[in-house]
């Protein structure tokens, strides 16, 4: 059994990151606990608490801008927080990380959101050992939680729809939801998805140096990915 972690990073030409971005974790079950006590105890060495509450809910892109209680916080610090995050991905072993990430230019219709949750439950399903099943667990805060919930239904019933779809068997049930300061695992993979969003903005000046020096001997590469359009 697997459970497939989830969280989007969306599009935001203004500031140069034009794709739109779902990436995520497909984590064997018996290795929850373990992550789980990792990043607890990485709670208890920044913010003094092994409590599930906003106050020590790890966000990535809070923790890059030094917003939220991150806030007052050193550049030094918040870089060691992100990379030790990272670290706890990198050596988890039998994890698969997992994205697709769509390029809002080149996308015809305007419908990023739909196209990078298909393109990821692809990736994610074919992730997963085929005799194995798995579950979908995203962020209740984001505001395509209804529109996934139907999406994966019919992707389940019908196949994923375009010309190279696939049939969605190891991913069962409906789409589920959570608020991610109740889940470790979800914090895990919004830093994934920021991390992967990096890929593709035009992030610059002295912290973003510094954060790449910090990971760049993290292996993070995707085993299942997709970019589209090419």
């Given at each position: 059994?697997?459970?497939?972690?989830?969280?989007?990073?969306?599009?935001?030409?203004?500031?140069?990151?034009?794709?739109?971005?779902?990436?995520?974790?497909?984590?064997?079950?018996?290795?929850?606990?373990?992550?789980?006590?990792?990043?607890?105890?990485?709670?208890?060495?920044?913010?003094?608490?092994?409590?599930?509450?906003?106050?020590?809910?790890?966000?990535?892109?809070?923790?890059?801008?030094?917003?939220?209680?991150?806030?007052?916080?050193?550049?030094?610090?918040?870089?060691?927080?992100?990379?030790?995050?990272?670290?706890?991905?990198?050596?988890?072993?039998?994890?698969?990380?997992?994205?697709?990430?769509?390029?809002?230019?080149?996308?015809?219709?305007?419908?990023?959101?739909?196209?990078?949750?298909?393109?990821?439950?692809?990736?994610?399903?074919?992730?997963?050992?085929?005799?194995?099943?798995?579950?979908?667990?995203?962020?209740?805060?984001?505001?395509?939680?209804?529109?996934?919930?139907?999406?994966?239904?019919?992707?389940?019933?019908?196949?994923?729809?375009?010309?190279?779809?696939?049939?969605?068997?190891?991913l069962v049930d409906s789409v589920h939801f959570c608020r991610s300061h109740h889940s470790r695992l979800l914090q895990l993979a919004?830093?994934?998805?920021?991390?992967?969003?990096?890929?593709?903005?035009?992030?610059?000046?002295?912290?973003?140096?510094?954060?790449?020096?910090?990971?760049?001997?993290?292996?993070?590469?995707?085993?299942?990915?997709?970019?589209?359009?090419?």
């Amino acid at each position: 059994m697997f459970v497939t972690y989830f969280d989007e990073v969306k599009a935001m030409p203004q500031n140069g990151q034009n794709h739109y971005i779902v990436a995520g974790l497909v984590v064997p079950a018996d290795l929850i606990g373990q992550l789980e006590t990792s990043v607890t105890d990485l709670s208890e060495k920044y913010f003094g608490t092994r409590e599930l509450v906003t106050s020590s809910e790890f966000h990535a892109s809070h923790c890059y801008f030094g917003k939220s209680h991150f806030k007052g916080r050193g550049m030094a610090e918040r870089i060691e927080m992100l990379a030790e995050l990272l670290k706890i991905i990198s050596e988890a072993d039998g994890v698969r990380r997992v994205y697709a990430a769509i390029d809002t230019e080149k996308l015809w219709g305007g419908n990023a959101p739909e196209v990078a949750f298909q393109h990821f439950v692809e990736r994610a399903e074919l992730a997963i050992p085929k005799d194995a099943a798995a579950l979908l667990i995203g962020d209740l805060d984001d505001q395509q939680a209804h529109n996934m919930v139907r999406e994966f239904q019919q992707y389940r019933q019908h196949g994923t729809p375009t010309k190279w779809g696939i049939h969605i068997k190891s991913l069962v049930d409906s789409v589920h939801f959570c608020r991610s300061h109740h889940s470790r695992l979800l914090q895990l993979a919004d830093v994934y998805a920021f991390h992967v969003a990096g890929y593709f903005s035009k992030r610059t000046g002295r912290f973003a140096d510094m954060f790449a020096e910090a990971k760049k001997d993290i292996d993070l590469f995707p085993h299942r990915y997709k970019e589209w359009p090419k």
